[in-house]
T-cell receptor
Framework: GAVVSQHPSWVICKSGTSVKIECRSL??????MFWYRQFPKQSLMLMAT?????????EQGVEKDKFLINHASLTLSTLTVTSAHPEDSSFYIC????????????FGPGTRLTVT | KNEVEQSPQNLTAQEGEFITINCSYS?????LHWLQQHPGGGIVSLFM???GKKKHGRLIATINIQEKHSSLHITASHPRDSAVYIC?????????????FGKGTHLIIQP
């Protein structure tokens, strides 16, 4: 139980295009999901908190107009990287908060984005 | 500033050795996580702790809330344990928040 999937697992796109990454909780409902990113040889960093049915909360320094988050259902949150640039190339990971254990976070496998 | 410090940054050991990875944090937390990240990037959650000690197979995690310190132990280490181990904490007075991560410990177990 408590499986989180991400799609796609990797994507290459051209500079200036937009890319959508999906995060799904497969066997549980998640009112809260988190989006993290990891640049090469760096720590994971929280980008935003996604709450079902409301606006996402972004961390300082993360552009909300560039990283669009939609959490339209209890099992799906999407992250859209708009007008992607090479510096957006990173590893993006989502996690979902389990309802049974308030602090338990279940991680997706991650999406590697390369912008050329 | 909420910080998470891990040590050592890199650790190479021989198969069978007892491994300890340490994590210290700066302020009160709601929960501490130990995660494992393999070269492809995927993350596996090993433990979530708010107090005491947990054991799963050859892995043991402990936390001392007063000292703001946690340790991850691996007994009878094996080459397949080679990975990056990450300590992550939720800094919050209540409720669940996004995590703050340590820089990770790169563990290599040699046969």
């Amino acid at each position: 139980g408590a499986v989180v999937s991400q799609h796609p697992s990797w994507v290459i796109c051209k500079s200036g295009t937009s890319v959508k990454i999906e995060c799904r909780s497969l066997d549980f409902q998640a009112t809260t999901m988190f989006w993290y990113r990891q640049f090469p040889k760096q720590s994971l960093m929280l980008m935003a908190t996604s709450n079902e049915g409301s606006k996402a909360t972004y961390e300082q320094g993360v552009e909300k107009d560039k990283f669009l988050i939609n959490h339209a259902s209890l099992t799906l949150s999407t992250l859209t990287v708009t007008s992607a640039h090479p510096e957006d190339s990173s590893f993006y990971i989502c996690s979902a908060l389990g309802l049974a254990s308030y602090y338990e976070q279940y991680f997706g496998p991650g999406t590697r984005l390369t912008v050329t | 500033k909420n910080e998470v410090e891990q040590s050592p940054q890199n650790l190479t050991a021989q198969e069978g050795e007892f491994i300890t990875i340490n994590c210290s944090y700066s302020v009160g937390i709601s929960a501490l996580h130990w995660l494992q990240q393999h070269p492809g990037g995927g993350i596996v959650s090993l433990f979530m702790l708010s107090s005491g000690k947990k054991k799963h197979g050859r892995l043991i995690a402990t936390i001392n809330i007063q000292e703001k310190h946690s340790s991850l132990h691996i007994t009878a280490s094996h080459p397949r344990d080679s990975a990056v181990y990450i300590c992550a904490v939720g800094f919050s007075g209540g409720g669940a928040d996004g995590l703050t991560f340590g820089k990770g410990t790169h563990l290599i177990i040699q046969p």
